[in-house]
C-alpha cells in the first residue's frame, strides 16, 4: 500500500528552466510534508517543508505547493541548475495525538537530471 | 551543531550472523528514526525512539530491534541476517517536524 506516490521515476531538465516535482499521498491524516535530496550512499538532505494549513512555501529556489483537496504536492525549483542533479524525495508525516512524531512514509523517488 | 553521525560506514556479513549500528543524533534532538532503503522497496520506516522509548515501528519482522540510551544515542541490532537485510540503513534525529538524516550504514549480506 503506496500511501505516498511519485509517479515519474525521472526527470530531465535544462539549465536554467524550471524542474517541477510531483507527489501525491491518500492518506487524509498526513499533516506534514518534507522534500529531500539525495545522492547515492549518502544520507538524504533536507530541503524544504510544507504544513497541512499551508499551500505555498517558498525557500530560495525552491517553492513547495501543496494541494489538499487532490492530495497533491509539488516542488518547483527555478532555476535549475546541474548541481540540482539527484534523487528527490517526498515525504508525510502521519498526524497523531502527540503531534507529528519521528515517521516519514516515502514515496519512491525521482532522479532529476539537469542538463548543461 | 555536529550532524547526525552513524558508524560503522560500510558492513561485510554472511546469513545467520547479526549485527549491530550505531547512530548519535544532533545535539539536544531527542527523537531517533530508522530507515531501510533498497533499491527495490525505497525508503522504508523502521522504528522510532524517543527519551529511551519506541514511539512508533514500521512493518519489520522481530529480527530487527532497536534501543536507544539517555545521552539519545540510538543502536539497531538486526539477528539472523538474510541476504535480502543488504541496504543502505539510515538514521534521522528530528526537531521540530523536520528529520536530519546520517550519512548512512552500508549493509552487504553474503
Known amino acids: 500500500d503506496q500511501q505516498v506516490k511519485q509517479n515519474s521515476p525521472s526527470l530531465s531538465v535544462q539549465e536554467g528552466r524550471i524542474s517541477i516535482l510531483n507527489c501525491d499521498y491518500t492518506n487524509s491524516m498526513f499533516d506534514y510534508f518534507l522534500w529531500y535530496k539525495k545522492y547515492p550512499a549518502e544520507g538524504p538532505t533536507f530541503l524544504i517543508s510544507?504544513?497541512?494549513?499551508?499551500d505555498k512555501n517558498e525557500d530560495g529556489r525552491f517553492t513547495v505547493f501543496l494541494n489538499k483537496s487532490a492530495k497533491h504536492l509539488s516542488l518547483h525549483i527555478v532555476p535549475s541548475q546541474p548541481g540540482d542533479s539527484a534523487v528527490y524525495f517526498c515525504?508525510?508525516?502521519?498526524?497523531?495525538?502527540?503531534?507529528?512524531?519521528?515517521?516519514?512514509?516515502f514515496g519512491q523517488g525521482t532522479t532529476l537530471q539537469v542538463k548543461p | 551543531k555536529a550532524g547526525v553521525t552513524q558508524t560503522p560506514r560500510y558492513l561485510i556479513k554472511t546469513r545467520g550472523q547479526q549485527v549491530t549500528l550505531s547512530c548519535s543524533p544532533i545535539?539536544?534532538?531527542?527523537?531517533v528514526s530508522w530507515y531501510q532503503q533498497t533499491p527495490g522497496q525505497g525508503l522504508q520506516f523502521l522504528f522510532e525512539?524517543?527519551?529511551?522509548?519506541?514511539?512508533n515501528k514500521g512493518n519489520f519482522p522481530g529480527r530487527f530491534s532497536g534501543r536507544q540510551f539517555s545521552n539519545s544515542r540510538s543502536e539497531m541490532n538486526v539477528s539472523t541476517l538474510e541476504l535480502g537485510d543488504s541496504a543502505l540503513y539510515l538514521c534521522a534525529s528530528t526537531e521540530y517536524n523536520e528529520q536530519f538524516f546520517g550519512p548512512g550504514t552500508r549493509l552487504t549480506v553474503l
Open positions: 510544507i504544513s497541512s494549513i499551508k
Open positions: 515525504a508525510a508525516s502521519p498526524k497523531s495525538f502527540s503531534g507529528n512524531t519521528g515517521k516519514l512514509i
Open positions: 545535539s539536544g534532538h531527542r527523537s
Open positions: 525512539y524517543f527519551s529511551e522509548t519506541q514511539r
